[in-house]
């Protein structure tokens, strides 16, 4: 799994700025991919944080608590992205 992510680590940065601009439109696209790009680098600061926490406090369970987050990560996500298509999206 772990060599399957870092495969895919790079398209992050080929795909990004067209799926900015086809859903958010070139004007803003700056600004956004600006956001874009800092909560990544915000995650890829926490998430090592957040598992080394784990790993520290809980270590039998550790993995799952990790995994157990970063679902609930996700589903925020997720539910945050249907609200926003749900009044319309970013036009």
Same mark, same amino acid.
């Given at each position: 799994?772990? !060599?399957?992510?870092?495969? !895919? =680590?790079?398209?992050?940065?080929?795909?990004?700025?067209?799926?900015?601009?086809?859903?958010?439109?070139?004007?803003?696209?700056?600004?956004? =991919?600006?956001?874009?790009?800092?909560?990544?680098?915000? /995650?890829?600061?926490?998430?090592?944080?957040?598992?080394? =926490?784990?790993?520290?406090?809980? /270590?039998?369970?550790?993995?799952?608590?990790?995994?157990?987050?970063?679902?609930?990560?996700?589903?925020?996500?997720?539910?945050?992205?249907?609200?926003?298509?749900?009044?319309?999206?970013?036009?």
């Amino acid at each position: 799994l772990v !060599c399957y992510v870092l495969l !895919c =680590y790079g398209g992050g940065f080929g795909t990004a700025p067209s799926l900015v601009a086809d859903a958010f439109g070139t004007r803003v696209m700056p600004v956004v =991919y600006g956001v874009l790009l800092t909560a990544w680098s915000a /995650a890829g600061i926490a998430g090592p944080q957040l598992v080394a =926490y784990f790993r520290d406090q809980h /270590a039998q369970a550790a993995a799952t608590y990790a995994f157990e987050s970063g679902i609930a990560i996700l589903a925020v996500g997720l539910i945050a992205s249907l609200a926003m298509a749900g009044r319309g999206g970013a036009r």
